[in-house]
Structure formats: C-alpha cells, structure tokens
C-alpha cells in the first residue's frame, strides 16, 4: 500500500499525525478552559453555592481522579512498548487504559445516580448545571477515548500502526488533566 | 514510523516514579481538605493539581521532548482564551458596578440561599429552595387575580433570606452581605423613614434611594399597591 505523502512529510519536525493530535488537544484548551473558567467566574460571584457544592462527594471524585492517573500510566507504558517495537504489550497496556475509563464511566454513573434521586438535577441552581456540564463534557471524551484506544489497540495488537498509540496517549492524558482540574474545582474548592 | 520521531522520541523516564508522585500529590490534595482551613485547602488543591498537571503534560505527554512549535500552538491557545474570558469576568463575578446593578444575579443568589427551617433534612436545600422561591415568585405575581396578597407569607419566602423570618436583618444571606439588610425590628431603622421611601426601596431596589444595591428590587413581583402593604406589615414588625 502506498503511504500518503502527508505521513511522510513534515514541515515542523513532527510527524503529521502527532502534530494534528496537538491541534486537537489546542481547541480542546479553549473549549474546556473557557467551560471551567466560566465555572470559576460564576462560583467567585455566587458565594452560596458553597451549600449546594457541599454534597459533591470528594472521595468519589478523589478514587475517580486515582483511576484517571493509573490509566495514564498505563498509556503512556503502552507508548513505551510500542516504540521498542512490541505491538503484543503495548495493545495489553491500552486495554488496561480502557478499563480504567470503564471504571471510571461505571463511578460517575452510580454518583451521578445517586445525585439525582436526591434531587440534584442539572436544573437544580447554578451550580449543579456546571457541574453535569462540566462533568458530563469531561466523561464524553473518556467514552470517546475509550473507543479510540479500543480500535488503536486492536491494529497494535497485530503489530500495525504503533505511532498511533503515542497519538491517543496523548489526547488521553490531556483528558486525564482536564480531570486533574475538575477534581479540585468541584469537589474540594468548597 | 518516521526515521526523525525516533530521534526526537526515544526518551523514557521512569514512569513508576512519575505515577506514584501523581498519587501521593492526590493524596495531599484530599488531606488538604481536613484541615478546615480555607486558604490551606486552597493552596493545597490547585497548587497541587498545577503540579500534577505539569508532570502528566511534561512526561506523559512527552511534551519535555517535543519540539517547540507544538508548545507554541497549546501555550497560544491558553493564553487567547485566558484574555477572552479575563475581558468578561468584571461583569461575571461582580453583581454590581458604578452604573450598573445586575438584580436579577442578586435575586438568583437569594433564592440559592436555603430557608432557615429545612437546613438539615437531608433534602437537597437548594433545588426545592429554588422552585419554591419561583413558586412564591409566581403568585406573587399573579396575586391580584388569584389567592389574595399576603405580605406577610411574600416576605418568609421572599424576604427573608436576607431579612431573616422575622425581619431581624439577620437571614442565612446576611452572613454574606455588608451593609447588612435592615432590621425592621429595630426602633432606630424607623426613625428616618418614610413609607414612599421604602417603597420606593423595595421596587427599585436599595440603589436607587441611595442604600446598598445588596437590596435587590422587586419591582417585577410586587405592584406598588402590594409595596405598600409590604410596608405596612413591615411597621408590624417594629419593636417586635
């Protein structure tokens, strides 16, 4: 099969696909940054949310954000494999990544359950309409990512396209770090 | 993969390392939140999620190694949005300014404030809180046609918030208010005032007689017919 000549070209000294994969993760700045500035500017202005922010529960949060960091991890000894070449070890290292995202989707939707039949809706006040709006674009991406890391892990597995797996690392470990800020803004900044 | 991204890309720190500074790091920040001091917990969470970021970023990401370009297209995307919403949060965090003030924000802050009598039930203070002040936004409103006004029941719904159930000034908002909403109860609030005055307050807000725009108008809910019952059952409360 002939290569395409974008994968072979590269003007800046970073092979295409990675280069477009930092595009990604750059429009991603702006869209969760404006989403979680906005949250901060709101909470500075409403001091009472405090009340209603007081029922997040921070150990959920907190065993959450564990399990996003753990699947970083994994990733990124996923990339490891890959570049020595070991498609078999770098595909097991993704599953493992995709698991933690199962995990983690399994923990929100009991929270976000229990959230909800206390009454706690996303229309409940100001607050609790961030926080799904927040949360829920946050947990998109990791059912985005998960998907992803399936197919890449998949091709990887079979000794093909093993750039790739740096590529989706990547993107996860930014999903990984929009998290790292969300735990604390919503859970903890009470 | 390309004979260059070997080059550039051969660089593997121990990610052991990196992983369990992650989690400790994670751990400090939920311990922060024992000490029950605000600007510890502060400091603690997102000083500590600056950290953890900048390692995932740096290690993870393999941003340490990456060449500089790609730095420039993240770092100038964060710092046009940071601009972007730096221009607008004067008008986001503040619920008034010199010429302006936002009621409605101050209203939204009022109702998101619970009753005094169901703080702890366990039921979620804010979301029935809210639907009720709507609610009792509502028939105020729709009070002339409907069940006739009360004044008194408008203002433990309403007022209170920041006037407290019995108008001592001192309602679960109060805490959060300088001035402090007027106490109706005190003698010398009464010394001064006239009826049209308070009226006047109390539809157009504290601002526009010259007092704190703390006091929101509400104008939109009560007529001036209802204002001035409100007054009325205000002086009831006098020396209570």
Request: proline content about 4%.
């Amino acid at each position: 099969m002939q290569t395409p000549i974008a994968t072979t070209r590269s003007a800046t000294g970073i092979p295409t696909g990675r280069l477009a994969i930092w595009w990604v993760v750059a429009s991603e700045i702006v869209i969760f940054g404006g989403l979680l500035l906005s949250y901060v500017m709101h909470r500075i202005g409403h001091p009472e949310w405090a009340i209603a922010q007081a029922h997040t529960h921070t150990f959920v949060g907190a065993f959450n954000t564990f399990v996003l960091l753990t699947a970083s991890f994994t990733a990124v000894k996923g990339h490891e494999a890959a570049e020595k070449g070991d498609g078999k070890k770098a595909a097991k290292f993704l599953y493992l990544t995709m698991g933690g995202a199962c995990l983690f989707i399994l923990v929100k939707s009991l929270e976000w359950t229990s959230e909800i039949l206390e009454g706690y809706t996303i229309q409940a006040n100001g607050f609790w309409a961030f926080y799904y709006t927040a949360a829920g674009l946050h947990a998109l991406h990791v059912i985005a990512g998960a998907i992803v890391i399936f197919f890449v892990a998949r091709d990887a597995a079979k000794g093909r396209n093993l750039q790739r797996v740096e590529y989706v690392g990547i993107y996860w470990h930014f999903v990984d770090i929009i998290w790292i800020f969300l735990f604390p803004l919503l859970y903890i900044a009470k | 993969m390309s004979e260059q991204d070997r080059d550039t890309h051969q660089h593997h720190p121990d990610y052991w390392k990196i992983y369990v500074a992650l989690v400790i790091l994670l751990a400090i920040s939920v311990v922060g939140t024992f000490s029950g001091i605000l600007w510890i917990t502060f400091i603690m969470a997102f000083g500590v999620a600056l950290v953890k970021a900048t390692l995932v970023a740096e290690n993870f990401m393999h941003l340490k190694w990456e060449k500089v370009i790609a730095k420039w297209v993240l770092g100038i995307a964060l710092i046009l949005m940071v601009l972007f919403f730096a221009g607008v949060s004067p008008d986001i965090m503040k619920d008034r300014g010199l010429q302006w003030v936002n009621n409605a924000d101050l209203a939204a802050t009022a109702r998101g404030i619970p009753d005094e009598e169901e703080p702890e039930k366990g039921a979620p203070a804010s979301a029935p809180d809210s639907t009720k002040a709507a609610a009792a936004t509502q028939t105020a409103a729709a009070a002339p046609a409907a069940a006739p006004f009360s004044p008194e029941t408008t203002f433990k719904t309403v007022c209170a918030a920041c006037h407290g159930p019995e108008g001592e000034g001192n309602g679960p908002g109060a805490a959060a208010l300088n001035p402090k909403p007027a106490n109706f109860t005190d003698p010398a609030f009464w010394t001064d005032k006239t009826d049209s005055v308070l009226e006047k307050a109390i539809r157009q807000g504290g601002a526009s007689v010259g007092k704190s725009s703390a006091m929101p108008a509400w104008g939109s809910i009560l007529t001036e017919a209802q204002a001035k019952q409100m007054v009325a059952y205000l002086h009831t409360l006098k020396g209570k």
